[in-house]
């Protein structure tokens, strides 16, 4: 199995090393090195900035709370990643009732890129809704994450050609949910 | 399709995000460090390991000294032969100790009580009551 960002941890096991003995700026070390990535996939996948940010906090809280584990993670990102998708999935199923929406301009940034036309990225965003949660996870690892199948399995706890089928799927469909004159884009 | 979603950048975390996700999980890591200096003062201190031996000692003396002096069991009652019984009344009544020496000789004579070693007169009555059958 590969372990996923073993090569881009930059020393980041030293960081849960320190908070494995109790030392708080580790904590801040991760945060800066980390919350970026992780709270984009978690505001992909809740689709509300207040959620993500709970699903953060909940992620270094237990990160805190679970410390003397710590000292055997492989890959710290990995590890992370595991860690916020559970309290992510946690969350969508409590939530399983409510109708998934997205903010508006709440996932990507604004002004979208020059080039695309405006209101591209409000259509993204809501074909993106439109997608089940198993295959919107999948494009928002793969594409905005950079993260290969086989480290998409190893987050996800599926194997690696389910994920690459899930993406397949997911891209068809946004296709197909897309505006015609969007995708002609180039 | 993959290059045209690669365009959209995902947003960063808000302002102030940092700041409350730190503080709540720095409260947390200080809650457990407390709670783990707690355990291990515990652990440390004298007072503890004394109370934990002293409870360690009450309860091998529960074991091995109860036992030594626990009250005898109570004979069961049996059916004592007539003579038994007939001389025990009878040498009870003569020293005046009533039914319960009486209760007790016949017990002793009918095998279901050890004699009391500390009754120096119940013996030499026993003593005499086996010499008269």
């Known amino acids: ?186 | 399709m993959e290059e045209l979603l690669r365009k959209l950048k995902i947003q960063s975390p808000p302002q102030g995000a940092r700041e409350r996700v730190l503080a709540a999980a720095r409260a947390e890591l200080q809650q457990a460090a407390e709670k783990r200096d707690w355990l291990d003062r515990l652990w440390e201190s004298r007072a503890f390991w004394r109370s934990a031996a002293a409870v360690v000692l009450v309860c091998l003396v529960a074991i091995f000294v109860a036992p030594a002096g626990a009250t005898p069991r109570q004979a069961a009652p049996v059916a004592a032969d007539p003579i038994v019984v007939a001389a025990a009344k009878e040498l009870a009544a003569s020293l005046g100790d009533g039914p319960v020496l009486e209760r007790r000789l016949i017990a002793q004579l009918s095998g279901t009580e050890a004699p009391s070693g500390s009754h120096e007169l119940f013996r030499n009555d026993l003593f005499l009551l086996r010499n008269i059958q």
């Open chain 1, 1 to 186: 199995m590969e372990v996923i960002g073993a090569d881009q941890d930059d020393g980041a096991s030293l960081w849960l090393e320190r908070l494995a003995e109790g030392d708080p700026s580790a904590l801040e070390m991760l945060y800066d090195k980390f919350a970026p990535q992780l709270y984009g996939y978690a505001l992909g996948m809740l689709g509300r900035p207040e959620a993500a940010e709970d699903g953060l906090q909940e992620l270094f809280l237990n990160l805190a709370r679970s410390r003397s584990k710590l000292g055997h993670v492989r890959s710290v990102r990995a590890y992370l990643f595991v860690m916020l998708r559970n309290a992510i999935w946690r969350r969508l199923r409590r939530d399983a009732s409510d109708e998934f929406s997205v903010d508006p301009a709440a996932i990507f940034q604004r002004p979208g890129p020059a080039g695309l036309p405006e209101g591209a990225a409000a259509d993204i965003e809501s074909a993106l809704a439109k997608l089940p949660a198993e295959q919107r996870e999948v494009i928002l690892l793969k594409v905005y994450q950079d993260m290969t199948f086989p480290e998409i399995a190893d987050v996800t706890g599926v194997p690696a050609n389910t994920a690459t089928s899930r993406y397949r799927y997911a891209l068809d469909k946004l296709r197909a949910l897309l505006p015609p004159d969007l995708l002609q884009e180039k």
